[in-house]
């Protein structure tokens, strides 16, 4: 069937309205079922054991001392250290034995006979599920000695340090606040065992897996993993009979005219977004010489093939493993930003030969305040960290502490206000698209798209760190993956289609078509998909079957970029060696191939809420991470690089960047099926086998077969590295051969001519 641009566009105008409606009434239902933090807590004498702020400030000490990028919390955040919930959950449960144990028989609990364990674990039991949801919570005598001896443990683990933990001297400053990152970590634990008002599960739908403490899956967690289950083999039947009844042409390069890189003009603007790829690239090498580093601290946690002993350098202490991880992630989200950003306005010129005034001067200045941001912001996570800053400068000017979300948030806002820029300075650039297309056009759709970007990012400035964790993490999330889900996968699918028929590939209304309908499918179900995040982390229970339907359906989107991508391989197959965009058509295929492994067959596994109660917070999410941010987002960045420099550089050379895409090609399926996901699936056994603490224990790390896969991730890492230090080598040469600017007087509209605006 013929389905109408326009009809199309009003479709994905009312599912993007609600979706915002949907997660609009969630955020404020969800604040409302928040779990609460308690004025005191007292134990059974009324002597007081802790208080709301005490909580509160512990959270504080949990972010501005990067604790969520050594270990996690609820799940979420690093898996070198522990879960703090459920090792607070695990180490409550074993104290409260030992006070049982010596007050009842005066020995030690491992010492008595299984009838007496059992009777001291029926009773630690019934002390945990007797949990009240009042201003004041009361605790047992147990819970009391439980409570001050955790708080020890964090003393001696996390502010005198534990190599052996790769915890360096002083990483929480002082005993006091250790004490308090202690009783945050408590918090968290009360909540996933108590159960909530007037339901038979804790807030936390009774995760961590703790049997000892009464925490198992419950019936919704199988009941809908078998409804995703269904859904799925319905949706898909369904996607794929809409996807075949629209008309869509596939890519062919067959009897078409593909515009030789050499004949079009390279403008002022676009040469200072060239400039973008080389900033880009030193943040990529920096991003995976941190991952070498963090991926081998694994096996060493104190040092780095043996440097500390041989040289005596505290390698823990100069870059401890939270900072390296902070940095790794935020280089990760920059270069790709980066080099989006520079594709963007790179475009805009080459498709309509038009270059407003001054265009050049503000892209420069543009790249000049992304440097200083990017400098600010990973200098202020060192500072915060560090703590350098007093008051609240730590989370304005230093580390907010958040996962995704570390740099301060002075330096967040000048991201946002650098998106703000750049849509302004790609309006100008499409300018005459603009005039000419109707508003459902494909330049129109490149602004949407980097426009709900920035909108999404708004939702980073919606907590403080005295916001309860739980709601912290519900706006974080929308940060996090709703960029993934909607907003980058809108941008993945806009950019794709514009470089398609920037190469001739693609007539503009067909690529218009394919963008909507893609953007469409994608938002449908990636928005509101994103609250398969939180099951765990307290939010209410009509998450579990919002989540579980929405984040199925997410496969079925990327099914469909998977079977175009292989389509497009093909024309690029009969196209022959002469295509002269050969190269970065190959980026967009992998990208589309990673895509499809990473975010969706991964994704769909790990996002069943029956599997995720046991590998939520494992190495099995560390496979999905790798696979869909570098592996989709990461390649199609590459290739829109490799596509600018092909048309700007003079004397065309392809052979280094071939080695460099073989080699992380290679080099990420290596580290994924060969290191990360063996070692994935050896956690889920180990939690679905004895709880989950265990699986993510400093005992299990340290397993001879785990050591094993970690070495096993040397060979990945290595091509990883290679192949991004002869991508940065290849970029500088390149640059070097940069073809001579067209003045304004030189320029023809050849470009513009082409792409004049045509109707259904």
Known sequence: MKVRRQT????????????????????????????????????????????????????????????????????????YGVDYTADALDLKVQYMREYYARERHGEAYADLSSAEQAAIGDVV??????????????????????????????????????AERGVPEGMVAS??????????????????????????????????????????????????????????????????????????????????????????????????ALKFVPVAALLFVGQVLLGGLLAHYYVERHAFFGIESVFGIPVIELLPFALAKTWHIDLGVLWIATLWLGAGLFLAPLLTGYEPKN??????????????????????????????????????????GLEYLEVGKV??????????????????????????????????????????????FVAGFMFTPQTNIAVTEFWRWWVVHMWVEGAFEFFIVAIVGLTLVSMNLLKKQSAEKAVMLEALLVMGTGVIGVSHHYWWIGMPDVWVPIGSVFSTLE???????????????????????????????????????????????????????????????????????????????????????????????????????????????????????????????????????????????LAFYNGELVQLLFWARLPGDTLLIVGT???????????FGEREVTTEDQRDAVVAARMGADDD
């Open 175 to 272: 005993e006091e606040e250790a004490r308090r990152f202690a009783d945050f970590a408590m918090w968290t634990a009360w909540m996933s065992h108590t159960d909530r008002p007037a339901s038979d599960h804790s807030y936390t739908n009774d995760w961590p897996y703790q049997p000892a403490a009464g925490n198992d899956p419950g019936a919704a967690a199988m009941t809908w993993s078998v409804i995703a289950m269904v859904l799925l083999v319905a949706g898909a039947g369904a996607g794929v009979w809409l996807y075949k009844s629209v008309d869509l042409p596939e890519p062919s390069t067959a009897g078409i005219d593909v515009p030789a890189p050499d004949e079009a003009d390279l403008l002022p603007s676009q040469s200072a």
């Open 8 to 79: 199309l566009a009003k479709l994905l105008v009312i599912v993007f309205v609600v979706n915002l409606a949907v997660m609009g009434v969630g955020a404020w239902y969800s604040t409302e079922k928040a779990p609460p933090i308690p004025k005191e807590v007292v134990g059974p004498d009324g002597e007081q054991v802790v208080t709301d702020e005490q909580v509160r400030t512990g959270k504080t000490v949990f972010q501005s001392d990067g604790m969520m990028n050594h270990g996690s919390i609820l799940g979420n955040g690093a898996y």
């Open 725 to 735: 230090l002869v991508f940065a080598y290849d970029v500088v040469v390149k640059l």
């Open 125 to 162: 039991k019934t002390d945990l599920d007797d949990g009240s949801v009042d201003e004041t919570i009361h605790y047992s005598a147990a819970e009391v000695y439980a409570h001050q001896q955790v708080r020890e443990v964090y003393v001696e683990r996390y502010h005198e340090g534990s």
């Open 555 to 697: 496969l079925i989107p990327l099914v469909f970029i998977l079977y175009e991508a292989l389509n497009e391989y093909q024309a690029l197959s009969a196209s022959g060696e002469d295509f002269p965009y050969r190269l970065p058509f190959m980026f967009i295929i992998a990208s589309g191939v990673w895509n499809f492994v990473g975010a969706g067959v991964l994704g769909f596994f790990i996002n069943l809420p029956l599997v995720n109660y046991y590998e939520h917070g494992t190495y099995l999410t560390v496979g999905h991470a790798h696979a869909a941010m570098f592996g989709a987002f990461g390649f199609l960045a590459l290739g829109m690089a490799t596509y600018m420099l092909r048309i700007a550089t003079k004397d065309w050379d392809a052979s280094r960047l071939r080695v460099a895409f073989w080699t992380w090609n290679v080099g990420l399926a290596l580290m994924v099926f060969v290191s990360v996901l063996p070692v994935g699936f050896l956690q889920l056994e180990a939690a679905f086998t004895a709880n989950y603490d265990a699986a993510r224990s």
């Open 359 to 400: 265009q050049s001067r503000y892209v420069y200045g543009l790249l000049g305040a992304l440097v200083v941001v990017v400098v600010g912001g990973l200098t202020g996570i060192y500072l915060g960290a560090n703590e350098f800053f007093q008051g609240d400068l730590w989370w304005l000017l230093g580390n907010e």
């Open 411 to 456: 330096w967040q806002f000048g991201l946002l206000l650098g998106f703000g820029a750049w849509a302004v300075l790609v309006a100008r650039g499409f300018r005459p698209l603009l005039d000419r297309e109707p508003k459902y056009g494909l330049a129109h759709m490149i602004l949407y798209a980097g426009g709900s970007i920035g909108l999404l």
